[in-house]
């Protein structure tokens, strides 16, 4: 988190200006990814997942842009999702019986427009301080808007919330967007234009300032930039990409209630936006997509799914305050150095005992679990393919000898992983 | 560039091992939406519980049409979106029949999605199972063919409550309290609506909405009720709001009578026994233990015998499942475009005292008899106290289903 | 209407006090280590917890007792080996740290007491009315709750200004460093600082488990509002953090017993008539309504106009 890793350039190799393609490379194959992805996973699930994912991924940049970019620990960003959303259902049930001739594409503007008058309004208030008194005040913001919600039904629909229908509004060339695969695409155009606008702002001076805002407020405001400034105008900017996800959750969902603005979600994308990686432009990416796929498929496999999701946030917020992104981006000089080769025997090394740790530990908590929360349903369990008796001896010995052994022999090879990384990287810098 | 690789190939390898989990189709495969992890967690586990004793039932006959019946269960976090997706993700696995109930968001969600879905996708037939949202948009205003519930909504039991009500002379002033959404101002609103109607010499002293579950001290709320002089409360809070509230009103040694939806609900009885009210509080439902019927109290028994850590049920469960297999047989399929015309206008014994209740066609609400009871120390030849509190329900007083039927405003669109 | 006065004022002291047991604990560790510990209220919940098991087995007053302890124990724990482990990335991550903890913590006392209330009652020592006020009981139990926390008060106000290790931690606090040159273990007065603080939380918790419900959601319920009280308070500041809880219990009651709504205040003028229009939604919103929102609106504004908080001797 000390510098502002961001993507790494791909300009960097070579003498000679690379052509255009290859300047850029990552958001040609960013686009393509996105157009060809509904080619391999065409299932209706598989597209609502992604669509999801692709929202998901709008918002955990947008509050990355707040806790990475500039510091600021917020506790109450659903509340720009969620309002976005509101603006959005209203305009779209709006134009849906007045007949307006605004093609769906163009209603996540609403949530975004929404989202960032809110920014405004609330970053005001918020941005004047920094540090835990911001992040209680966003706690604040965050409890207040959503009682409020509750109260004014009007607006905000009561407990049920306000539902639309997407292909009421005028069609866009022919594409009423009935069918999932054009939604998904609607909003893989949004995320894509979305991605490139946040990576852009971290890339002009403002974003520049905001990291020093970041880093050092004291000597920023030396330098003569308005600390307090820098904070509201990165909120409000927040504000609005969390509005135009919010706006493209409506048009996805085509329901929008006032939950959506509660602790539960602004929870969610702190874990998403850290155990991505806060340090790194596509942390956030990562955060979100693993995020959300741990909602909609872990849940299915263990009901205690929070508890490993609070684990690995523990972890990583303990262990690797860079996130995933930020184990990928340390890999950046061992492969500039041309030394990959020498280091990943040495990861599978300390994969292969990790693994054994974490099924273990599983093996110990699933065992727990179905021996007491789900002990009507009798001690049998089946983990990995493999029956076993919550009332034997059997799990439990195993459990703890796989957990411990492999922990052990973890942290020995991540020992030797780790000498091997710095001697990779000491070698690539003399070479 | 790196770690936008690594993320796509992330996806990749999540995505493909989602599609891995197809299964065989040879089951009748049921899907359960509704919260299995989190804090609505403990009111979705009965209702998962309560469907795969049902399902072993069926099973133990030899399944319906020959099918195995197979509980899926879709943990939802009581989230519309997630429920949604949720849904989505059953419909992929095959399931026609989604089963939820907790929370009028993720019902109100699920039904529009459901009815878009059929639409949007001729041939498919998705049919919505409600056991437990009462909102009453979802049997008038956003009514649709492919929803159905069990449960009476808040305007139906306030019907029956009140006409129960009314036959009370000594009780002469009411206090209204109410949760501050959209369900509590259903409550609160049919409330006053029907008593001013039913009994105009009744005075109703107070009318207090308190925001949902964010009150830790309900003292200031008794202080007031005391001051107003209510000889009766009228509320329909739930959970901890319910609890908090008839605990505060004991310490303060509150004495009126309580008419409630949900005093049944996980934590009221422990706080009615600690507050001492014994047959203060009455609550309006579809059934209870120690009614005395027969098959009702031996298959109730055989589901609290197994699971005994959360020995509740949900008597409309039984009624919504009976009536949804009886239907499949009838059809001769389990395709809801089959068994959904069978189910409209349907006649069922309902499972608390066999009394007979009905599905209406015009809005696909589930009309059956409502019981009134109290909760106090057992009496001789009752079976079943509450969380272990040696207190029970008894039977106050049994409200027919004709008193309990009130028009819709439905417009129903059919296929 | 002096009823009314009377009776809130006393219901507002006796929610105000039992606000301050609750967050005593957490302004402690704030003042001492800078920590906002967001999982405060998720060991109360473990105290409320293991004060239910505890007194089911060996009584009401050995659990007012051991439970704290067990719970201290267990904040050490977390301190030594994981809190003290992020420390050094800033306080951005202890408060993401913490926030994680309420995850596990929550999930944890799912595993072991389920999901449902537990039947965790008053003491039959406690469990008659103290004294009855305009038909209204007041419980022995609330008022014993009460004078905990004006002990707990006082003792915590000795404990810092007048002794040894009182004043070591506030040096500890300014100058690890220094303190820890003069022979002082730091990390140990540290660990044993989130100790005693999360142990007060288990405090409040065995004593507000019984008044209110023992439920694996009591954590999520309660924690915002014990932010509020110690930041409106004064991030740190003890005295604060009690002005702050009475005037929290104070307001809260208050509202309650008023009725007041915009339709009461504008109803029949003409503006009223166009208001109730365009406010359709909040124009019979009576004061009492929204009484449990008014300390976050309460929390917002101190931020504005007051950063330091009530009693505060640094801007947050």
Redesign the interface.
Known sequence: MTDARTLPRTDAIGGRRPGFLARHAVWIALALALLLLPYLFSSRLALSTMSMMGTMIIFALSYNMLLGQTGLLSFGHAVFFGLGGFFTVHVLNAAGSGDWPIPLPLFPVVGGLGGLAFGILFGWVATKRAGTAFAMITLGIGELVVSSALILRRFFGGEEGITTDRTDVMSFFGYGFGPQLQVYYLIAAWCFLSIAAMYAITRTPFGRIANAVRDNPQRTAFIGYDTSRVRFIAFSLSGLFAGIAGGLSVVNFEIVNAAQMGAVESGSVILMTYIGGVGNFAGPIIGAILVTWLQLILSDATQIWPLYVGLLFIGMVMFVPGGIAGLLAMQAPVMAARKLHRVVPFYLLALAPGIVALVGLSVLIETSHQFSIRASYGPQLTLYSIPLDATSPLPWVAGVVLAVAGGILFMRAERLARDAYHAAVAQGGQG | MRTLIGSSALTLALLGATALSALAQDTLKIGYVDPLSGGGASIGQIGMNQLNFIADEINAKGGVNGRKVEIVGYDNQTNPQISLVQVQKAIDEGIQVIVQGNGSSVAVAVSDFVTKYNDRNPGANVVHLNYAAIDPVLTNEKCSYWHFTWDASADIKMEALTNFIKEKEDLKKVYLIAQDYSFGHAVAGAAKRMLTEKRPDVEIVGEEYHPLVKITDFSPYVAKIQASGADTIITGNWGQDLALLIKAAGQAGLDVDWYTFYAGGAGAPTAIKQAGLENRVYQINEGINNQGYGPAEERAGALMQRFSDAPIYYPRMFNMMDMVFKAMVEAGSEDPGDFVPKLEGMKLDSFAAGDEGFMRADDHQFFQPLYISTLGALEEGQKFDEEHTGWGWKMAASVPTESTLLPTKCDMKRP | ML??IF??TL??V??GM?LFLMASGLTVIFSMMGV?NLAHASFYMLGAFFGFEISRRLGFWPALVLAPVVVGLIGMAVERY?LR??HR?G???E???T??????I???V???W????V?Y??PSGLDF?AF?L??????AF?LFGLLISVGIFIGLLMAVRHTRVGLIVQAALSHPGMVGMLGHNVDRIFMLVFGVGVGLAAVAGVIAGP???T???MA???G??L??VV?VGG?GSLGGALAASLLI?LV??FA??FNVSLADLFGGTAAGAILSVWL???WR?TV??????LP??L??MI??FR?RGLMGTR??
């Not at chain 3, 009492?288 to 929102?293: D, L």
């Open positions: 009823e009314i009776v809130s219901n507002g006796l929610y039992l906002l994981g482990r992020v990335h306080h951005v991550a408060l993401l740290f926030f994680g903890l309420t995850f596990v929550k999930e944890v799912e595993m072991i389920g999901k449902l209330p039947d009652r008053v009315a009855t305009f038909s209204g009981n007041y419980p609330k008044i209110l419900v439920q694996s959601n999520g319920l309660l915002p509002i932010f509020v930041v991030l219990g809260q009651t309650v017993a359709a939604d909040i919103v009492a309504q929204i009484a449990p929102i976050y609106l929390l917002v931020l504005i950063p801007d947050t």
